[in-house]
């Protein structure tokens, strides 16, 4: 017995199990690109393993980033739904607060961007192209104005719903 196992009872590998991913996200890489890599749409520079502004060399790949495809698709990943009385008197307000956090967060991650501001029936509909981006979101109107805040993240997709009210 060579390092003290048997070698009859070994168990041979099993390769031909198919492995499911816990949660789907049609724009997550599974092959990282080449470095680096510039999206055409907005400039962002694949570098070190992540999406960051920065300039790229003139002859780098092209390859969309994976929030410019989201935007392209029209396939969010985040909604954010604002509510009542309250949101309708200070629209103008919880837009700006909303596009103060995107910059924030937009300015260290790529990635994370609103991709639509629209009216839709009795509320606002802010989508993302981020789910963190939604929370984050989120959580800032809470943080400034209270009112009630509800989020629900798909099981079987990366997508969180976030609805925020007052």
């Not at 994976?66 to 698709?73: E, K, L, M, S």
């Not at 509510?83 to 937009?106: C, P, Q």
Request: net charge positive; hydrophobic share 30%.
């Amino acid at each position: 017995m060579k390092g003290g196992r048997n070698p009859v009872s070994r168990r041979p590998d099993r390769r031909d199990r198919l492995i499911q991913e816990s949660r789907h996200d049609p724009y997550r890489a599974y092959e990282k690109p080449s470095e680096p890599t510039v999206c055409p749409d907005c400039s962002a520079v694949f570098r070190e393993g992540r999406w960051r502004w920065a300039s790229g060399p003139a002859d780098a790949p092209r390859s969309a980033c994976p929030a410019c495809r989201r935007v392209r698709d029209d396939y969010p990943g985040g909604y954010l739904s604002v509510r009542g009385e309250f949101a309708a008197a200070h629209r103008e307000e919880i837009l700006g607060l909303a596009r103060n956090v995107e910059a924030r967060e937009k300015e260290g991650h790529p990635l994370k961007r609103i991709m639509e501001v629209r009216e839709v029936e009795d509320h606002l509909e802010i989508t993302t192209t981020d789910a963190h981006l939604a929370r984050s979101l989120g959580d800032a109107l809470h943080a400034a104005y209270a009112g009630e805040l509800d989020a629900r993240y798909a099981r079987d997709e990366n997508l969180v719903r976030v609805h925020w009210s007052r």
